[in-house]
Nanobody, 126 residues
Framework: QVRLVESGGGSVEAGGSLRVSCTTYGLTAGTYCLAWFRQGPGKQREGVAGIHTRTGDTEYGDSVKGRFTISFDNARDTAYLQMNGLKAEDSALYYC???????????????????WGQGIQVTVSS
């Protein structure tokens, strides 16, 4: 059974940093793309960043380029999203998602992904 468990969310002041983690369980043999999405109040879910677990290739949404960094630790089966220079508009529920490769669809497209975590809150105060 596949599970994605997010951790590390919380509250931070604007300009600060936060790191959220996504520990994966049950992702059996093969390679995956792991991604972070977010959904703010009254907004649609938005793709933030994605990473290929074997090649390390990454993709970022325009709103976070240069501020956020996604990484994957194979030994811990855990993906991380390091968020720097946080802004109030980064406040959202952050979700981890996974899809086995190869796959059809965009890296930051919600419909691409099969597995989802329960989400974790990140709040940035201005």
């Amino acid at each position: 059974q596949v599970r994605l468990v997010e951790s590390g969310g919380g509250s931070v002041e604007a300009g600060g940093s936060l790191r959220v983690s996504c520990t994966t369980y049950g992702l059996t043999a093969g390679t995956y793309c792991l991604a972070w999405f977010r959904q703010g109040p009254g907004k649609q879910r938005e793709g933030v960043a994605g990473i290929h677990t074997r090649t390390g290739d990454t993709e970022y949404g325009d709103s976070v380029k240069g501020r956020f960094t996604i990484s994957f630790d194979n030994a811990r089966d855990t993906a991380y999203l390091q968020m720097n220079g946080l802004k109030a508009e980064d406040s959202a529920l952050y979700y981890c998602a996974a899809i086995k490769t190869p796959f059809v669809g965009g890296w930051l497209s919600e419909s691409t992904y099969t597995y989802w975590g329960q989400g974790i809150q990140v709040t940035v105060s201005s």
